[in-house]
């Protein structure tokens, strides 16, 4: 990190650490999870039927429908939770990067309610893929400034944010989109979005009487991972990120830094990284802007280290498959980040002991997508 941010984050990481014990800063947050942003979400059943259609023998599937989060992401209870900080800490000026615009609608949205001023950076490759959330931050009353260095994507935005902060770090605070960069994020990022594994866990001894046999999600940065999983990681339950497989796994061609990665430092973490064997990150690819990073939260890269999380990878191809069929199976579009995550489901189905029970996080909706989709798949 620059040297002119250590002083902020030392700053954010006392704040954080006297707020996450406030009886008052707790109080507001659990109202604006019920009030606002309408938790908690239901874990929902895939139809048998529907499974039965790809070789599932009677094992249950079950969708932590984070899509029906006000905004339409998980990414809300994160941005909720760092605004009403920012708020707190008496910074005025918030400032965010993000990838599928999912952050930055959220971001744009707690600044909203909150009279906070609301700066958003996005890459420009990304912009015109998510454009009805651009057009989403401007009705929000966010400024949005495109990002063209670099492929113009996430990696991109979030280094003008930082950027942004270096100059402007008295009275601007970073709300960073997912559990990763710098010390305090990955772990104020990870507790903002426990929220969703801790429902999950409760919903699913209501429904079944135990925790379920594998916990999914689809890894970018990692906070809908981290943050459906870090309830069960002491329990027998499985954990399996999916990350983005893209075109293939030649370098450049996915998103998979922990599965083809090497470790190295981006963004202020230590972390695995998608980089050539000169150790200079490699640009990825995905079809989804919110996986687009070459980096990823160090919790996960950790666990995935010691063995405690598995790794597998979906394609574009899979994704955009599994998005059409999730949409006309169950009536539910998915983000096409989250179909990552399901589409490695499909594929373990035919393996699956009929008494299994698998908890996705379906971590956003689709309507971003409609522009890719539509770009993407043949019309019916
Ligand atoms: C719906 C959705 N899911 C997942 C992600 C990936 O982020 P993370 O790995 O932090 O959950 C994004 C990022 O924009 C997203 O919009």
Not at 322 to 331: E, I, M, V, Y
């Amino acid at each position: 990190m620059p040297e002119t941010l250590i002083p902020a984050l030392d700053d954010l990481e006392a704040a954080w650490n006297i707020a996450r014990r406030d009886s008052g800063y707790r109080a507001e947050l659990r109202r604006l999870h019920r009030d606002f942003i309408g938790r908690p979400t239901p874990v929902f059943a895939i139809p048998r039927a529907a499974l039965a259609e790809r070789g599932g023998r009677g094992a249950s599937v079950w969708l932590k429908r984070e899509d029906l989060a006000h905004t339409g992401a998980h990414k809300i209870n994160n941005a909720v939770g760092q605004s009403l900080l920012a708020q707190r800490m008496g910074k005025p000026r918030v400032i965010a990067e993000t990838g599928a615009g999912q952050h930055g609608v959220a971001t744009a949205t707690a600044c909203a309610l909150l009279g906070l001023e609301c700066i958003v950076y996005m890459g420009s490759t990304d912009i015109e893929r998510q454009a009805p959330n651009v057009r989403r931050m401007g009705l929000l009353g966010a400024e949005v400034r495109p990002v063209t260095t670099g492929n113009g994507t996430l990696r991109d935005a979030l280094n003008e944010a930082l950027r942004d902060w270096v100059a402007n770090v008295e009275d601007t605070f970073y709300v960073l989109g997912s559990a990763a960069g710098p010390h305090p994020y990955p772990e104020m990022v990870a507790s903002l979005q426990e929220v969703i594994g801790r429902e999950a866990r409760a919903q699913m001894m209501a429904h079944i009487g135990r925790v379920p046999d594998a916990v999914v999600a689809c890894v970018g940065g990692g906070s809908n991972a981290i943050g459906i999983m870090r309830p069960f990681i002491d329990t027998a339950a499985r954990l399996i990120g999916v990350e983005a497989g893209g075109r293939g796994d030649a370098l450049g061609d996915n998103a998979a830094s922990l599965g083809l990665g090497a470790p190295g430092v981006l963004h202020g973490a230590f972390t695995m990284l998608t980089q050539d064997a000169a150790g200079q990150v490699v640009e990825p690819h995905s079809v989804s802007a919110g996986l687009d990073y070459p980096g990823v939260g160090p919790q996960l890269a950790a666990l995935a280290e010691s063995g405690r999380l598995e790794v597998l990878r979906a394609t574009d191809a899979e994704a955009l498959e599994t998005t059409t069929w999730l949409a006309r199976t169950c009536g539910i579009i998915p983000a096409l980040e989250s179909a990552h995550a399901v589409a490695a489901v499909l594929r373990m189905l035919p393996e699956l002991p009929a008494d299994a029970h698998v908890l996705v996080n379906l971590s956003g909706r689709g309507d971003k997508d409609l522009g890719i989709l539509e770009r993407e798949l043949p019309a019916p």
